[in-house]
């Protein structure tokens, strides 16, 4: 396992022998919800690179899950919190629903099939700049046979001309009759506000689940790692993304910063020198990127020390998949 240079290297890593026991956060007391509010879990499906990630982030109003152009990127079933004065929606991101190609790929595709049935409401994302497709009427097929309310975001509105966007909705209201269309831009956030309030309006009558002040539920450790993972999707070459992943090795609040240690795996040992890169550069450059993103996630400065490890077909391996947390259950 070789290290990066030091992303931040002021200071040497804090020592790790003496990591303090973690506190529990005070619990929050719910109390009474206004009268009609409304809470539950929508689940937002849809194929690999439909902009999923991007409308999270931009309904919940902070960065919660990485983006990235290179299709089937989240892994985890990420789930943000969005909380108005009349309703409470646990958004639940599952991986793009695709043809697997390896274990890894079918666990994706089991997590996101696995949330469809343990939610309110499914939020089909298509990318409403093209026809529907295919892919489109496999999952509408697939979402045909539960017995939830689904609607249908046509992502990507600020990309189709206005002479198309009839022709285009006509496309997915011949494939969806029956559930409700909504157009929107997860870019610039036209149409989310709708959006919201027609998705809030088909929940259950309930209290708040989470507290009002809370954007996701995920361990601090999957955070962090998610961001370093965009990062590497950022700079490095297609042969590299998919066959990374990132493990948070430890955390430690020092005082006056966070340190966090971190292990990025891959499964060939050129992709260990392109994520390197000559004299260090590329992982510099990683570290950087990420390290800004944790500071706004933590409010406050971090120290960010990167590892490389070859972990050869990683994917592949039930007992390292497991280790990772992909599961395909979960």
């Known amino acids: 396992m070789e290290p990066s240079h030091p992303t931040d290297p002021l200071l ?52 919660v899950a990485i983006t990235s152009p290179i ?19 646990v ?11 390896h274990l890894l790929g079918e666990r ?23 026809a529907a497709g295919r892919g489109d009427g496999f999952i509408v097929e697939l979402l045909s046979r539960i017995q939830v309310p689904v609607q249908v975001a046509l992502n990507k509105h600020d990309l189709v001309d206005p002479a198309q966007a009839a022709e285009l909705e006509a496309s997915y209201r011949d494939l969806v009759p ?16 709708a959006l919201v309030e027609a998705l809030s309006a088909e929940l259950p009558e309930g209290p708040h689940l989470y507290p009002p002040d809370a954007i996701s539920d ?48 891959v499964e060939r040992t050129s992709q260990k020198g392109i994520l390197i890169g000559k004299g260090g550069s590329m992982l510099r450059q990683i570290g950087t990127g990420a390290r800004l993103q944790m500071q706004k996630l933590i409010s406050g400065p ?24 992909y599961r395909g259950d979960s």
């Open 12 to 63: 040497p890593f804090p020592d790790l022998s003496d990591l303090p026991a973690e506190a529990m956060a005070g619990g929050f007391q719910l109390g009474d919800s206004p009268k009609g509010f409304r809470s539950g879990f929508v689940a937002l499906v849809g194929r690999p690179n439909v902009g999923k990630s991007t409308l999270l982030n931009q309904l919940v109003g902070e960065k």
């Open 71 to 89: 299709a089937q990127t989240t892994r985890n079933r990420l789930r943000a919190i969005l909380t108005t004065p009349t309703a409470q929606l």
């Open 91 to 101: 958004l639940v991101d599952t991986p793009g629903i695709h043809k697997p190609h």
């Open 108 to 130: 994706l595709v089991q997590t996101a099939r696995g949330a469809i049935g343990e939610v309110d409401q499914v939020l089909l994302l298509v990318d409403g700049s093209e």
């Open 178 to 193: 029956d559930w409700p269309l909504h157009p929107v831009s997860a870019l610039t956030g036209d149409g989310t506000e």
């Open 218 to 265: 995920q361990p601090e450790q999957l955070l962090l790692a998610e961001l370093i993972r965009e990062q590497v999707l950022e700079h490095t070459r297609e042969e590299v993304p998919h066959s990374v992943a990132v493990q948070i090795e430890r955390i430690v609040d020092d005082g006056p910063r966070t340190a966090v240690l971190a292990t990025v795996l």
């Open 302 to 325: 971090v120290y960010l020390e990167l590892f490389v490890k070859v972990v050869p077909n990683w994917r592949r391996s039930a007992s390292r998949l497991a280790e990772l947390g």
